[in-house]
């Protein structure tokens, strides 16, 4: 029997790191009538959209949006500035930084995996997955090319697979102190509109992002924000490109149209989303990420698990992995959890199959709806004869109850 024809009463928990909860909001606004995407109604929504995105970006530059998921965005990236047998410094902070090194290689540039190399008590086979970028080897690694061959550095700013944040200015610091002339781009899917996150300020020539995670938007479209040496760029590379192409779609943008049929009622719930949240402000969506991480984390320690995370300097805002004992698969506490108490959480991936489970604390969501998924999670553990400190559930309470909402938690932890 298809599951989907089963209808449980009350809400899903989607406490995965993305897709995120939707509001209704913005599912309201989806549901109006689809229009001609080249009639007039269309510019001023296309318009509206573009202009909002760039405030989230933090650019004055131009944002291309595509009907595609965040993956067609890295391809995007890539096929747009590079030449075939181009190398590309990566750095591999965990899955996604994995499969984007992956795509590289697919379309024929040349990555240079950069990874870290200390060790780690609880996941010895992969320490560099518990920690964020280390801009010093970057560094290091672009002094040496004297010869300047490497044409990009690409980094994962919000590793969605482990929950670690890297931080991106330090990393354009770096590549500014090597005197090296690549391109920096980054990957902030599972960030924008939860992390901070500053495309013209730290540098970044291309930044990609996709819908279905701080945006609170459903799977479907994704981003990429543009810099004018990204555009220099694009006019010289030579990989294939048609429906990436940036040159048509920045062209045809300016009267806020599409070279193609654009994703019109996902356009509508961007622009709800773009409403709500540069109505409640960027600080302060930053700041509610925040406390509702240090909440949920405050729950993990309670329970005395570790957690993904090795370096408290650079917690996710947006997800918190924990790692289960040794002996006890993630994926089936995670399965029971899904059964019993209809409630989804992240899986381990790559490297960290079965070893962990990530809690999101993103999208539609508030201190109760946290609690409650910290819950779940508690009793599941519990069922599953893992040993727990003490109460989770408590401590997360007491976060919320003495942590009262506001601007001032923006580094709560
Ligand atoms: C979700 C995610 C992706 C993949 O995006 P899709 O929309 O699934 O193609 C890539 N990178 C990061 C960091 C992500 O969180």
């Avoid at 917690?315 to 002996?327: D, N």
């Amino acid at each position: 029997m298809l599951t989907l024809d089963f209808h449980p009463t009350g809400r899903h928990f989607l406490q995965i790191p993305g897709p995120s909860p939707v509001p209704d909001r913005i599912l309201r606004a989806m549901s109006l009538p689809t229009i001609d995407h080249r009639g007039p109604e269309f510019g001023q929504l296309g318009l509206k959209v573009l202009g909002g995105i760039q405030q989230i970006f933090k650019t004055k530059h131009p944002v291309a949006i595509y009907p595609a998921s965040g993956t067609g965005a890295w391809e995007a990236a890539l096929a747009n500035t590079l030449s075939p047998g181009d190398k590309v410094l990566m750095y591999e902070t965990g899955h996604f930084a994995s499969l984007w090194n992956k795509m590289a290689l697919r379309l024929g540039v040349v990555p240079e995996f950069l990874a870290y190399a200390g060790k780690d008590e609880h996941l010895p086979h992969a320490p560099g997955w518990r920690r964020g970028v280390q801009p010093d080897l970057i560094e290091d690694r672009l002094r040496k090319d004297t010869a300047r061959e490497i044409k990009a550095v690409c980094v994962v700013h919000n590793e969605t697979s482990t929950g670690v944040t890297s931080d991106i200015a330090a990393v354009r610091k770096a590549i500014d102190a090597a005197g090296h002339p690549a391109l920096l781009m980054v990957d902030t899917i599972s960030g924008l509109a939860s992390a901070d996150f500053r495309h013209d300020e730290w540098g970044v020539d291309v930044t990609v992002s996709g819908s279905q995670k701080g945006l609170m938007l459903p799977p479907g479209i994704s981003f990429n924000a543009l810099s004018p040496r990204a555009l220099e760029a694009n006019k010289t590379a030579k990989l294939p490109r048609a429906f990436w192409a940036w040159d048509e779609i920045v062209e045809m943008n300016k009267d806020g149209y599409w070279p193609y049929t654009p994703n019109t009622n996902l356009l509508y719930g961007l622009s709800e989303a773009l409403d709500m949240i540069l109505g409640e402000g960027l600080d302060n969506v930053f700041a509610r990420h925040q406390r509702w991480a240090a909440g949920v984390r405050s729950a993990v320690n309670a329970w005395g698990l570790p957690i993904q995370c090795a370096d408290p300097s650079v917690y996710s805002p947006v997800l918190t992995g924990v790692i289960t004992p040794e002996g006890v698969d993630a994926d089936a506490v995670r399965r029971l959890i899904h059964s019993r108490f209809d409630l989804s959480l992240g899986t381990g991936l790559g490297k960290l199959k079965g070893r962990m489970f990530r809690m999101g604390h993103l999208g539609d969501s508030n201190d109760l709806t946290l609690v409650a998924m910290v819950a779940g999670v508690e009793m599941g553990l519990k069922l599953s004869g893992v040993k727990l400190a003490g109460s989770g559930v408590q401590a997360a309470m007491d976060h919320f109850a003495s942590h009262p909402a506001g601007g001032a938690l923006r580094q709560a932890a």
